[in-house]
């Protein structure tokens, strides 16, 4: 319909098609139903942090995570997620010395957003050394 010139009549099946591909994790589908509805794509921040995540908990890949997480901390200092996953991703990666100022700054982030749960889990880690 959007080819044919009439973009207001495909406007409800890209939106249906990008409900369905964000259900299904079809990014290449969901981005190209985005540019259809004009939609902004994820941020690069957005994007890093997924790749780290998917890189961490599904390939099991640290190292490549960590990588990611460090380039959401270069452009945001202050990204909670990304402080506390990259010091899980360092201590995954053999590398507890490294990820210790990590762990104290996520738990220092955690008590100012009162998570209980990451204040847990980073005092827990911080006890153990290095």
Same mark, same amino acid.
Do not use: C
């Given at each position: 319909?959007?080819?044919?010139g009439k973009p207001a009549?495909?406007?409800?099946y890209w939106e249906k098609?990008?409900?369905?591909?964000?259900?299904?994790?079809?990014?290449?589908?969901?981005?190209?139903?985005?540019?259809?509805?004009?939609?902004?794509?994820?941020? !690069?921040?957005?994007?890093?942090?997924?790749?780290?995540?998917?890189?961490?908990? @599904?390939?099991?890949?640290?190292?490549?995570?960590?990588?990611?997480?460090?380039?959401?901390? @270069?452009?945001?200092?202050?990204?909670?997620?990304?402080?506390?996953?990259?010091?899980?991703?360092?201590?995954?990666?053999?590398?507890?010395?490294?990820?210790?100022?990590?762990?104290?700054?996520?738990l220092k982030m955690a008590?100012?957003?009162?998570?209980? @749960?990451?204040?847990?889990?980073?005092? @827990?880690?911080?006890?153990?050394? !290095?």
């Open positions: 319909m959007d080819r044919s009549q495909a406007q409800p098609s990008l409900a369905m591909a964000a259900a299904i994790k079809d990014e290449t589908t969901a981005d190209t139903a985005r540019k259809r509805l004009g939609l902004p794509g994820p941020s !690069p921040e957005d994007a890093a942090m997924k790749a780290g995540l998917a890189a961490l908990y @599904e390939k099991k890949d640290a190292v490549a995570a960590a990588g990611d997480f460090r380039r959401v901390l @270069e452009m945001d200092p202050n990204h909670y997620g990304a402080t506390f996953q990259l010091a899980k991703a360092l201590d995954q990666a053999g590398n507890p010395a490294e990820s210790r100022p990590f762990w104290e700054k996520a008590e100012g957003y009162k998570d209980a @749960e990451t204040v847990k889990v980073a005092k @827990e880690r911080l006890a153990r050394r !290095p």
